[in-house]
Nanobody
Framework: QVQLVESGGGLVQPGGSLRLSCEASGRNFIFSVNAMGWYRQAPGKQRELIAAITGGGTTHYAEDSMKNRFTISRDNDKNTVYLQMNSLKPEDTAGYYC???????????WGQGTQVTVSS
């Protein structure tokens, strides 16, 4: 079974930055061949995919506005995917989760996530 552990969230003022990390582990799980994504769930809203990265490092963003402020990256040697978030806005407040892209149809791999709160 694959485990995904997110970290790096916190309370930040508008305009601030955070770097989220997600470490993957699991027997027989080959991180480098799997596309990974960052998802977020704001209060009262559905969880949504905001950024994805292929095993080879090609990136995709859900919105152009996120592409300008967020950067997804990965270190296959460390089995870790990152999300650098700059110019944070109050509307970025949400729980942030990493997972496979697309989601596994068999296993529920959601971790605990990491909370990001943008507030003055």
């Amino acid at each position: 079974q694959v485990q995904l552990v997110e970290s790096g969230g916190g309370l930040v003022q508008p305009g601030g930055s955070l770097r989220l990390s997600c470490e993957a582990s699991g027997r027989n799980f080959i991180f480098s061949v799997n596309a990974m994504g960052w998802y977020r769930q704001a209060p009262g809203k559905q969880r949504e995919l905001i950024a994805a990265i292929t095993g080879g490092g090609t990136t995709h963003y859900a919105e152009d506005s996120m592409k300008n402020r967020f950067t997804i990256s990965r270190d296959n040697d460390k089995n870790t995917v990152y999300l650098q978030m700059n110019s944070l806005k109050p509307e970025d407040t949400a729980g942030y989760y990493c997972n496979l892209v697309p989601l596994s149809p068999v296993y529920d791999l959601w971790g605990q996530g990491t909370q990001v709160t943008v507030s003055s």
